[in-house]
């Protein structure tokens, strides 16, 4: 298996224009997260989806930040418009679904994949 | 509420020393418990993680974690750390049915020649 395969692994635009991340699960993981890392706030969950539904986007900063699933093996996270305070590394991991098929459970380990760092100008 | 706080955001030792990493965690429910590394331009990997059944838990490379309740803590320990152990190290937490982890800040472990 390849793991979680992001693209692109590094990204540098300038403030204002529009960036967009994307995610290939595990293949069979049915659960995804995209985390934001940066220094003076270390790892936040932004958003995941359960099954390619959203469940929780509280960590979503603002309205500038969007995130889909289509389809269980694409995920996007899209900034418009970016800003200087978006450059970060954005991970995406995905985890397999827990005992019973679908029950979610926060035993699970989820898999990273190797981020995207986003420089805004 | 969850939450994780690592004690020592860097730690140096000697090659061959002992590692003890520290993490302790607040939750309201049993918890589940992990530890994960990152190497440089790279994303994490699990080292090892607690789910309720044996408190100490083995993990890769070496490494070793002892959950205690009474100290709400979960540190992470290796007997003789190796140069290839240098990178940041997380534990994170995940409670009843939440399919989230919280995070702690990072310890970042430096190995010396």
């Known amino acids: 298996d390849a793991g979680v395969i992001q693209s692109p692994r590094h990204e540098v635009t300038e403030m204002g224009q529009e960036v967009t991340l994307r995610c290939k699960p595990i293949?069979?993981?049915?659960?995804l997260f995209w985390y934001r890392q940066t220094m003076m706030r270390g790892l936040e969950l932004l958003i995941y989806?359960?099954?390619?539904?959203?469940?929780?986007d509280s960590g979503m900063p603002e309205d500038r930040f969007s995130a889909k699933m289509p389809n269980a093996s694409f995920s996007t996270l899209k900034i418009q418009p970016s800003e200087p305070r978006d450059s970060a590394v954005y991970f995406c991991?995905?985890?397999?679904?827990?005992?019973?098929?679908?029950?979610?459970?926060?035993?699970?380990?989820?898999?990273f994949g190797a981020g995207s760092r986003l420089t805004v100008l | 509420a969850q939450s994780v706080t690592q004690l020592g955001s860097h730690v140096s030792v000697s090659e061959g020393a002992l590692v003890l990493l520290r993490c302790n965690y607040s939750?309201?429910?049993?918890?589940?418990l992990f530890w994960y590394v990152q190497y440089p331009n790279q994303g994490l990997q699990l080292l090892l993680k607690?789910?309720?059944?044996?408190?100490l838990v083995k993990g890769i490379n070496g490494f070793e974690a002892e959950f205690k309740k009474s100290e709400t803590s979960f540190h992470l320990t290796k007997p003789s750390a190796h140069m290839s152990d240098a990178a940041e190290y997380f534990c994170?937490?995940?409670?009843?049915?939440?399919?989230?982890?919280?995070f702690g800040s990072g310890t970042q472990l430096t190995v010396l020649p």
């Open positions: 991991a995905s985890s397999s679904p827990g005992r019973g098929g679908n029950l979610v459970s926060g035993a699970n380990v989820l898999t």
């Open positions: 293949s069979g993981h049915n659960s």
């Open positions: 989806f359960n099954n390619n539904v959203p469940i929780d």
């Open positions: 939750s309201s429910v049993p918890p589940y």
């Open positions: 607690y789910t309720s059944a044996a408190t």
């Open positions: 994170a937490v995940s409670s009843g049915s939440a399919r989230q982890l919280t």
